[in-house]
């Protein structure tokens, strides 16, 4: 699993709208509350390049609770070409300020959006996660009209990278 669009906004916008149920309108007012009060950079943006300065405050926190998931080398993204490119991608403007933390000075829509733009920042400086897939098939004798054929897939994650599945799961 890949933590790749974690900083663009479109990517954070249409899958939060889709859970939340929330108009474009909805996510500007949320958005713009939370840009407005400088926990989160420019909101407007698809780059999804990250100042050295926020990868190594990140990556502090990282090292201070999970390190673990910290990745022998950092990992940088790049963006598509036609993207907006002219702002740092979407992230707390403070990695050591959890959600929690900030959950008293935000209205619960903000506090669910906050939680998941910091989330998946901290996702995006960890090492991926590592699944194991089996694949097994069973085609059954032909009948008529055609062979049945029959699959089945199992996973299972040797290194969990829990934050990026718990932002891509809310």
Excluded at 4 to 10: L, N, Q, Y
Excluded at 66 to 82: M, T
Aim: net charge positive; with cysteine.
């Amino acid at each position: 699993l890949s933590s790749r669009h974690v900083g663009e906004a479109s990517m954070v916008k249409r899958p939060t709208m889709e859970r939340r149920g929330w108009k474009a309108r909805m996510w500007d007012v949320e958005v713009e509350g939370i840009g407005s009060v400088g926990l989160i950079t420019y909101m407007r943006t698809d780059s999804l390049r990250i100042s050295e300065e926020a990868r190594a405050q990140g990556n502090d926190y990282i090292k201070e609770h999970w390190v673990e998931y910290l990745p022998d080398k950092p990992r940088y993204f790049k963006s598509r070409a036609n993207a907006q490119d002219g702002h740092e991608a979407i992230r707390p403007t403070m990695p050591e300020l959890t959600p929690e933390q900030a959950k008293k000075s935000l209205t619960a829509d903000q506090y669910k959006l906050y939680n998941l733009i910091w989330k998946r920042f901290m996702a995006s400086l960890m090492a991926n996660c590592i699944q194991n897939t089996v694949a097994r098939r069973l085609a059954l004798p032909a009948q008529e009209p055609q062979e049945v054929d029959i699959r089945r897939f199992y996973c299972h994650l040797t290194r969990p990278n829990e934050l990026l599945i718990a932002s891509l799961t809310e």
